[in-house]
């Protein structure tokens, strides 16, 4: 009984053979027409006794018979004739079984002979009949139906006396046949009387011949039955049907004990097979799992121990496999294939379409649908996907400072951590890491939505914060939907204010400002007041020279009414720290200031509340920030803020660290180099409003600067709109003198101040121990020492003939400075009356490979110079000696004017300046001249008031000068 056993699993081998089916069917071209003298004849080899298959022509009879001679066609030479693929496939496939000689049982081989039995030429098919003749002619072959066998094969099994007894039957046309009557014919075929038929499953095949050699009728003892059972034919039944009709149906009482009334389960099993994937579907009956494309029947034990059947729920598990077989092609296709028993027990998919997210998860979510489930997705190997979509909830509520996004994103019970969801959007990933191990696939239309979320905000452990002022990012980027009724009123409240811009409500002058402010700086004073009422900062980008400082002065002043502790940080570049100072005294002098600069500044806060201006250098706050950063400011204002445009850099990434309740940047070239720089500035500023660098680089940077694109350009403008003021001179020409002057202070640096401290103490000691008298006569001595103090308020490089004294400079610095950020989009003047100050700028500006031209005594060509500066676009800078160029030029191409050092006359500087403010000038000048604090150049600006005499006076010469000076006059000025 075991050797039948084993004998049957041998020979059925069902579980290494995987379905093959048609593909689906189309024409390409016409077919060839059918020869009515070609037929198909099915033979032995006469040698090696494998299947021929022949293409023969010959003449027929009346009743069909052929007549001799019969020709061999070779299908090749018929294979040029047509472009029909089915026909293709046809003669390819007889072509290969012409010449047979080893035996095969590939799936290539069934394949063609699936072709062959399709049979498009609807030709005549004949089989050779070895007992009449052993070669092929018209008496020896018989005419046939070829056609595919669609199996029903059935086993009976019963019980008798102790034993169970098995045949089989196969259900065919309507008839039914015992195993032992059918015939098997080379190796793929069956033949019942003039039928062949093509066995597809070369199953079928194995259980016939089993059953035949043991003349279908196999009987087993009750002790190996069971193992059998279980073995065999539980395997069996998921091709063939067996009756046991030595079981009972259920009784409504074992129904219900074993579970079988509860609602029937529907699962899909998934398996692998080399580069395939298998999908059984499943019912579940109570405790068992029935595949149902199986012939598998319900068995069950009760308590007694007696077994019964059950009846499958047939209706249920056709709209199981309906509901599996609409979700694709190809498994529409498989399903009819299971209709006519013509393939496995599973639907199967290449692995690569599988895997497709695009498919398979919307046919797992139509599948749960109808209450199916998928088992084993994740076993597939080197598979880490989640088996379900993405539940996404978003949620956005009105915080104090910000709108709060609460992200909800779910793949059945897996929750997304938002610091996940914000690596793969970062990393432009729609595949995110879940808790249990797999990576969730976010849908591609919420990736773009994502990313505008988290460019436009920052997280804060799971919501995201987009702050206030980028408003208009919440408004453009969330649905109304999704906003609560706070964060909805709250947009409300900003779109309606922020649109009448232009109506800016006044704000009054403080009386402690000692100005009288033009209407464009009034406009700037409400506009930061506007600001202020939303807590919004902004960036104050008016042009040089236009009276920024005195409108952040008359707005500090504003605020001592409005807020408890108007403790404000300046922060400015290292040449403007006395200018600041300066501008204060004269315009706010009621303000209480401390400044924190040089190797003697304080370090520590606690005096920072009596104080309302804290004022220090970019350069101090890179080394004061660890302590800077624990005071809370009112307000921080940055001067010349394009210092901190670059956000990689120490300046930025320090002034982020520091503290405040606002913050306001100052520049008048907000744009140095590209747009690009506007965002450090701004995100210092306006916090969010710009969102982060990447997105910010990404949507505006690059397509305005690389790709001029206008649109994003007018999209940008709208979203800085209310945050950036720029006023130019051109737009505020009227309320403009057509020349304006102001002083920039240059600070020494120790050392420079060291070389200056001796020479004056040098001269200062010569000017004491004389008489008036004797100075009199020595006054080219003291014009010798007052002059080598005005050279080493320029560079002490300029006295270096008599030691070296270094080159530290801090005119020089910032004359550089202000070249450097002017040269692009001004032409410029620069006047000295020393020379050698002039090489020094000349060597540094051909460093820096900024053209320029150079006009002093030694200059022969004067015309040719001028021309170049006036007519070359590409000279931004012209060197000008003040005795060789301070009458007699027309230079009205330049706007921005530099007086290095100071003239005794200011006659003679206005003269200088005037090279460019002449007739054909239409933009209005700028006129800085440069001074050191607390030197001889600050008294000179002092005695320039003093004595009106010495401007009208336009001829006198410097010893002319000093003979009109007393003593008195002359210590004063050292």
């Not at 088996?387 to 104090?400: E, L, N």
Request: glycine content about 4%; proline content about 3%; aromatic content about 10%.
């Amino acid at each position: 009984m075991q050797e039948n056993k084993d004998e049957l699993k041998n020979k059925l081998n069902y579980d290494k053979l995987l379905p093959i089916i048609n593909k689906s069917k189309r024409s390409l071209a016409e077919p060839v027409q059918k020869s009515a003298n070609l037929v198909l004849v099915f033979s032995r080899h006469r040698h090696y006794r494998h299947l021929v298959i022949e293409l023969i022509s010959a003449e027929q009879t009346k009743q069909g018979k052929l007549k001799n001679p019969l020709q061999v066609v070779d299908p090749l030479d018929l294979l040029w004739q047509t472009e029909n693929q089915q026909e293709l496939k046809f003669f390819a496939a007889v072509s290969k079984f012409k010449s047979h000689y080893q035996e095969s049982q590939v799936a290539s081989d069934r394949q063609a002979l699936e072709a062959i039995t399709a049979n498009p030429l609807n030709l005549a098919i004949y089989l050779h009949d070895e007992k009449v003749a052993a070669t092929v002619n018209a008496n020896s072959v018989t005419k046939i139906d070829l056609s595919v066998l669609k199996p029903e094969f059935e086993l009976n099994i019963d019980e008798r006396a102790g034993q169970f007894a098995l045949d089989g039957v196969l259900h065919l046309d309507g008839k039914s046949f015992d195993l032992t009557t059918i015939e098997t014919r080379y190796q793929y075929f069956i033949q019942l009387k003039q039928k062949l038929y093509l066995v597809k499953d070369p199953f079928f095949l194995s259980l016939i011949d089993f059953f035949k050699q043991h003349r279908n009728q196999l009987v087993l003892e009750r002790e190996v039955y069971e193992d059998f059972q279980n073995d065999i034919l539980d395997a069996l039944e998921e091709k063939v049907k067996i009756n046991y009709s030595y079981l009972k149906p259920a009784t409504k009482k074992q129904i219900v004990e074993q579970g079988f009334d509860l609602e029937n389960e529907q699962l899909i099993y998934l398996t692998e097979s080399e580069d395939y994937v298998l999908l059984t579907p499943v019912m579940r009956y109570g405790g068992l799992e029935i595949p149902i494309i199986s012939q598998k029947q319900i068995k069950a034990k009760d308590k007694r121990g007696q077994m019964f059947t059950l009846q499958r729920d047939e209706q249920k598990e056709l709209q199981f496999i309906a509901d599996m077989a609409k979700m694709h092609p190809y498994f529409e296709e498989q399903a009819r294939a299971f209709a006519e028993q013509l393939h496995a027990d599973c639907f199967y998919m290449h692995r690569k379409h599988f895997l497709s997210p695009d498919w398979f998860l919307d046919a797992f979510e139509a599948w749960r649908s109808k209450g199916i489930a998928i088992l084993g997705f994740n076993g597939l190997k080197e598979n880490k996907l989640s088996a379900y979509k993405a539940h996404i909830d978003i949620k956005v509520i009105s915080g104090i400072d910000w709108f709060e996004t609460a992200i909800k994103v779910q793949f059945n019970k897996q929750t997304v951590s938002l610091k996940h969801l914000h690596k793969s959007i970062r990393n432009k990933n729609k595949f995110v890491q879940l808790d249990d191990g797999t990576m969730g696939i976010l849908p591609d239309e919420w990736l773009q939505k994502f990313e505008g979320y988290f460019a436009a905000g920052e997280i804060s452990e799971e919501t995201l914060r987009t702050p206030n002022i980028n408003y208009s990012a919440v408004e453009e980027l969330y649905e109304e939907a999704l906003l609560s009724i706070d964060a909805k009123e709250r947009l409300q409240l900003y779109r309606s204010k922020l649109a009448a811009f232009d109506q800016i409500e006044e704000t009054e002058v403080p009386a402690t400002l000692n100005a009288t402010l033009r209407g464009y700086q009034q406009e700037g004073l409400n506009w930061l007041n506007f600001l202020d009422t939303f807590n919004f900062g902004g960036c104050l980008a008016d042009d040089m020279g236009l009276g920024k400082t005195i409108q952040v002065l008359a707005f500090i002043l504003s605020q001592q009414e409005k807020v408890e502790r108007n403790t404000n940080l300046i922060v400015v570049p290292a040449s403007l720290v006395f200018n600041w100072q300066q501008e204060i005294k004269k315009f706010a002098p009621t303000l209480k200031v401390t400044t924190i600069y040089g190797a003697n500044r304080i370090r520590q806060r606690k005096d920072f509340d009596q104080y309302q201006v804290i004022l220090t250098s970019y350069g101090t706050l890179l080394a004061d920030v660890a302590w800077l950063k624990a005071y809370r400011f009112n307000y921080i204002f940055l001067d010349e803020s394009q210092s901190i445009k670059n956000p990689d850099s120490q300046r930025y990434k320090a002034a982020r660290l520091l503290q405040s309740r606002n913050r306001i940047v100052l520049t008048g070239t907000p744009i140095e180099n590209n747009t690009f720089d506007l965002y450090g500035q701004l995100s210092f500023a306006c916090p969010g409003l710009l969102g982060n660098r990447e997105h910010f680089r990404q949507q505006y940077s690059v397509p305005i600067d690389q790709f001029n694109d206008t649109k994003k350009a007018q999209e940008l403008q709208r979203r800085i709109k209310p945050f950036l003021l720029r006023r130019t001179k051109a737009q505020v020409v009227q309320e403009l003198p057509d020349k304006t002057e102001m002083v920039i202070y240059c600070e020494m640096g120790q050392k420079q101040r060291e070389i200056y401290e001796s020479a004056r103490n040098e001269i200062r000691d010569y000017l004491m121990g004389r008489s008036e008298d004797e100075l009199t006569k020595s006054s080219m001595h003291v014009l010798q020492g007052i002059t080598k103090l005005r050279q080493i308020c320029n560079s002490p490089s300029l006295i270096s003939k008599e030691k070296f004294f270094g080159n530290a400079s801090a005119k020089m610095e910032v004359l550089l400075e202000q070249i450097e950020i002017k040269a692009p989009h001004h032409k410029i003047l620069v006047f000295s009356q020393f020379v050698g100050m002039l090489n020094l700028v000349k060597e540094a500006l051909e460093e820096r490979e900024i053209k320029f031209a150079y006009l002093s005594g030694q200059t022969k060509n004067r015309e040719a110079v001028v021309n170049s500066f006036q007519q070359d676009e590409e000279t931004r800078v012209f060197l000008i000696s003040l005795k060789a160029g301070g009458v007699g030029l027309n230079l009205t191409e330049a706007d921005y004017v530099y007086l290095i050092d100071p003239w005794w006359n200011p006659a003679v500087e206005n003269q200088a300046i005037d090279r460019t403010y002449r007739i054909g000038q239409h933009k209005n000048v700028m006129a800085i001249r440069l001074i050191c604090p607390d030197t001889i150049e600050e008294k000179i600006m002092l005695m320039q008031q003093k004595k009106k005499d010495l401007v009208t006076d336009l001829i006198k010469t410097d010893v002319s000068v000093f003979k009109s000076l007393s003593k008195e006059d002359l210590l004063n000025l050292i």
